[in-house]
Nanobody, 123 residues
Framework: ELLVESGGGSVQPGGSLRLSCATSAYTICIGWFRQTPGKEPEGVAGIYTATGYTHYADSVKGRFTIDRDFAKNTMYLQMNSLKPEDTATYYC????????????????????WGQGTQVTVSS
């Protein structure tokens, strides 16, 4: 089952972008990760799809928000007040087994990944 991402792009500092992650199958949780060259993916935000419980990394709290559209099987990551350090390739990923999705928030816990979308924040 695929995860299809969209919504990346270039924006000036302080701007906003909205990423989408469409899934063709039910999943327990969706996580958003970002990665820059030479670094491991960093978990930034996630959601338990059934309950709507969300989790955010400290670096994005108050700026990023996840929401969901059940009818479209799509999760969204609204990113506001973007900073240059938010520049990265963003991936959504799905975890389909039990246990905590976000404690700890590690890429290895997620088994299906989208193709990634580039977000660039620059003046």
């Amino acid at each position: 089952e695929l995860l299809v991402e969209s919504g990346g792009g270039s924006v000036q500092p302080g701007g906003s972008l909205r990423l989408s992650c469409a899934t063709s199958a039910y999943t327990i949780c969706i996580g958003w990760f970002r990665q820059t060259p030479g670094k491991e993916p960093e978990g930034v935000a996630g959601i338990y799809t059934a309950t709507g419980y969300t989790h955010y990394a400290d670096s994005v709290k108050g700026r990023f928000t996840i929401d969901r559209d059940f009818a479209k099987n799509t999760m969204y990551l609204q990113m506001n007040s973007l900073k240059p350090e938010d520049t990265a390739t963003y991936y959504c990923a799905a975890r389909d087994s039990g246990g905590s999705c976000f404690t700890p928030f590690l890429p290895v816990k997620f088994t299906r990944w989208g193709q990634g979308t580039q977000v660039t924040v620059s003046s």
